[in-house]
C-alpha cells in the first residue's frame, strides 16, 4: 500500500484507496490491521471511479438556482384600519388545508393598535379557496367575557394543521393585564404562570382585612367538550403556600368557576358562582364576578377586586374540524407548557404565527408530533426576553411537553431573543428562525423532533448568529426584531426555506429571501415588496406559505403588516400573490 492509501486508510476503514489526479482507484486487496498487524488479506474487485463523474456529482447536489418573479399580485387590504368597525389588526398567520383552503386568523384590536391591556382584543378568521383572490368577510372565533369592563385580551395566536383539524393556540390576559402595564396592575411574581407545582389554578379571594388568601381552582372530572368547570379550595392549613398544596391537603369551598367556552356567544367565560355545592345549584345568570375582570390602579371598584387571579399569560387551545367555521376550546396549555428548568421569567408567550405538524421523522411514532413555538420574558428586575422552546404534543394535542430552551446564554444577543418560526426540511431536521434585536439571523436546529436544539455546525451553542453583510449574495441590512415569515419546500430534491423581513430602516421596506439547502449563510433576496405608502412603507410580521408547486413554478401566499406609523399607528394587513420561476444556473 503506497503512501497515499496509507493516509486515507484511517478514514475509510479496511479498504486502502490511491488517489490520482484524475481517479479514484479501490484497490484490488482489502488488507485489515489491528494494533498494527495484519489481521486479514482479501481480494475485492477492482472498480475505478472517475474524477469528472464525482464533480458533476457535487455539482449536482449543489446545483445554484436562478429565481425569477414571473407573476405578482396587487397588494389586497383583506385586514384594513375600520374593516368591520375595528381600529386595527396585527399579528398575522396563514396556513394551508389538505385541501388547499388558505386559512388567515389574525388579532383584532378594536380601540388602537395596541397589545393588552390597552385595547380589546380578539381573534378573527378569513379564508379563501382560490390562493387568495377573493376572501371570506372575517368571523370572530372568540373574545374574552367580563364584569369589569376591563379591556381584555386573547392576543398572538399561532395556528396549525394536525390531519384535518384547524388547531388554534393563543395568549388570554385578563382585565388589565399584560406585559407592559406601567403602575395599572401588578405583575406575576413567579415562572409557573398562574399555576402552582401540581397543576392548580391560583385563585385569590378578598379578606374582610383587605388582604388576600390563597386559593386554588381544579377541574372537575365531569368536564366534556367545551364545558371546562373549576372547584374553588382552600388549604386546610391555611400557613400553606401555593406549591405546598396538593389534593390531600386541601378542601373544597362552596365557589364554582365556569370556564367554558360558548359557541354561540362566542365567548370564553370565567364566571364565579357564589355559594354553589354542585353543577346542579347553578343559576346560569346569577354572578357578579369573573376571573377575567383583573385590576386597575386606577379605577376605585378595580383597585382591591373580591377575586383575582395572577396577571400573567394563559394559553388556550382551540379546535375546529370544519375549516374555522365552529370551533371547541381543549383547555388550558399553562400547567403542560411552562418552563421550570429555568426559573427567571414570569411570563411565558407564544410563537406567534404558526405550529408544524411533523411527517418527516425516522422514527415513526414522532409523525404527527404537533409543535408550537413560546418564548419566556421577565417583567421587573432583569426584564426583557428570555427562553425560546418548543411545546409539542404527541396525541393529537390532549396532551403537550416542552422542549429544552435553547436561548438561555446570558450574553446581549442570546438574551434579546422571542418569537420564533420553524419548519421541518425533507430528511426529518427542524429548524428554527428566531425574532432578535441584533438584526442577525439567529438560527437554530433540532434533529430529534424539538426535544433537542443546537447551532448549524451542532457544536457546544444552542444557536447559529449570522451577520448579512459576510453573505456573499446579499451585503445589506436585514431587520430582524419582528416575527420573520418562513416556510420551506422540496423542489426537485433540493430544499428551498423561503423567509420575508424588512430590510430597514426600521420596520420598512420588507422583502423576500431564499435560503437553499438550509444554508442561511448565503441566502439570496428574490423580491421586493411594492411601497404602499411612500411616506412610511411599513413592513412588520408576516407569515408565508408556499400554496403550490407546477413543474418549475413555485406559488406563494404572502401576509404581511403594512401599518401606518407615520401620522397615527394603525395596525393594517395586506396579502399578496407571487410565483416564482426556478431554474438551474448553467454549468460554465
Known amino acids: 500500500m503506497n503512501k497515499k492509501c496509507k493516509n486515507l486508510f484511517k478514514k475509510l476503514k479496511n ?11 479501490i484497490s484490488t486487496t482489502s488488507i485489515s490491521y489491528k494494533q498494527n498487524k495484519q489481521i486479514h488479506n482479501n481480494q475485492i474487485p477492482n472498480f475505478i471511479i472517475n474524477k469528472n463523474v464525482l464533480e458533476n456529482n457535487n455539482k449536482k447536489l449543489n446545483s445554484e438556482l436562478n429565481f425569477t418573479i414571473i407573476e ?9 384600519h375600520q374593516y368591520q368597525n375595528s381600529h386595527s389588526y396585527r399579528i398575522p398567520s396563514l396556513v394551508k388545508s389538505p385541501k388547499g383552503k388558505l386559512v388567515t386568523i389574525v388579532d383584532k384590536r378594536l380601540d388602537n393598535w395596541s397589545d393588552s391591556p390597552k385595547s380589546r382584543i380578539t381573534q378573527v378568521i378569513r379564508t379563501s379557496d382560490d390562493q387568495g383572490k377573493t376572501w371570506s368577510e372575517a368571523q370572530e372565533i372568540f373574545s374574552i367575557e367580563n364584569k369589569s369592563g376591563l379591556f381584555a385580551g386573547a392576543i398572538d395566536s399561532a395556528i396549525s394543521y394536525a390531519g384535518n383539524d384547524l388547531l388554534m393556540a393563543v395568549d388570554v390576559f385578563q382585565g388589565t393585564g399584560g406585559l407592559f402595564l406601567g403602575n395599572l396592575n401588578e405583575q406575576n411574581s413567579d415562572f409557573r404562570i398562574g399555576y402552582t407545582k401540581h397543576g392548580f389554578m391560583k385563585f385569590y379571594r378578598l379578606t374582610a382585612n383587605k388582604t388576600y388568601e390563597n386559593l386554588v381552582l381544579v377541574p372537575l372530572e365531569t368536564n366534556q367538550g367545551n ?34 367556552f360558548d359557541p354561540i356567544s362566542k365567548k370564553l367565560r370565567g364566571r364565579i358562582y357564589e355559594n ?11 354572578w357578579k364576578y369573573s376571573i377575567w375582570d383583573g385590576k386597575n390602579n386606577d379605577i376605585v371598584e378595580w383597585k382591591t377586586p373580591k377575586y383575582k387571579i395572577d396577571n400573567t399569560s394563559y394559553m388556550y387551545l382551540f379546535r375546529s374540524k370544519d375549516g374555522g367555521k365552529t370551533w371547541n376550546i381543549e383547555g388550558s396549555m399553562n400547567p403542560q407548557t411552562f418552563k421550570g428548568k429555568n426559573t427567571d421569567y414570569n411570563f411565558a408567550l407564544l410563537g406567534p404565527g404558526v405550529g408544524i405538524q411533523l411527517k418527516n421523522q425516522k422514527l415513526k411514532y414522532m409523525n404527527g408530533r404537533i409543535i408550537f413555538p413560546f418564548y419566556t420574558y421577565k417583567i421587573g428586575k432583569n426584564s426583557g426576553d428570555k427562553n425560546v422552546y418548543m411545546a409539542y404534543s404527541d396525541d393529537n394535542g390532549k396532551s403537550w411537553k416542552s422542549s429544552d430552551t435553547y436561548t438561555n446564554e446570558t450574553n446581549g444577543f442570546y438574551y434579546a431573543a422571542s418569537e420564533t418560526q420553524l419548519y421541518e426540511d425533507k430528511d426529518g431536521v427542524l429548524y428554527a428562525l428566531l425574532r432578535n434585536v441584533g438584526n442577525k439571523l439567529f438560527v437554530s436546529k433540532s434533529k430529534d423532533g424539538g426535544n433537542t436544539w443546537s447551532s448549524l455546525i ?3 451553542h444552542p444557536l447559529t448568529i449570522i451577520t448579512p453583510s459576510n453573505n456573499k449574495n446579499y451585503k445589506s441590512n436585514l431587520v430582524t426584531s419582528v416575527a420573520h415569515g418562513l416556510d420551506y419546500v422540496n423542489f426537485n430534491g433540493i430544499g428551498l426555506s423561503f423567509f420575508s423581513l424588512p430590510k430597514g430602516p426600521n420596520r420598512t421596506n420588507g422583502a423576500l429571501f431564499v435560503a437553499q439547502d438550509n444554508d442561511f449563510k448565503n441566502f439570496k433576496k428574490i423580491y421586493d415588496f ?21 413543474k418549475d413554478i413555485i406559488t406563494l401566499g404572502v401576509l404581511y403588516e403594512s401599518n401606518i406609523t407615520k401620522k397615527d399607528n394603525i395596525g393594517r394587513m395586506s396579502y399578496q400573490l407571487i410565483k416564482i420561476k426556478v431554474n438551474k444556473v448553467e454549468d460554465k
Request: negative net charge.
Open 227 to 260: 364545558n371546562l368547570f373549576l372547584r374553588a379550595y382552600k388549604p386546610k392549613d391555611s400557613k400553606l403556600n401555593f406549591d405546598q398544596m396538593t389534593k390531600e391537603n386541601i378542601e373544597p369551598i362552596d365557589i364554582i368557576v365556569d370556564n367554558s
Open 530 to 550: 411594492p411601497t404602499i405608502d411612500k411616506s412610511d412603507n411599513n413592513f412588520a410580521y408576516s407569515s408565508l406559505k408556499v400554496i403550490s408547486i407546477n
Open 15 to 25: 479498504i486502502p484507496i490511491c488517489l490520482s489526479l484524475s481517479t479514484l482507484l
Open 458 to 460: 451542532e457544536d457546544d
Open 72 to 80: 405578482k399580485s396587487k397588494p389586497n387590504f383583506i385586514y384594513d
Open 276 to 286: 354553589v355545592k354542585k353543577l346542579s345549584d347553578i343559576q346560569k345568570d346569577n
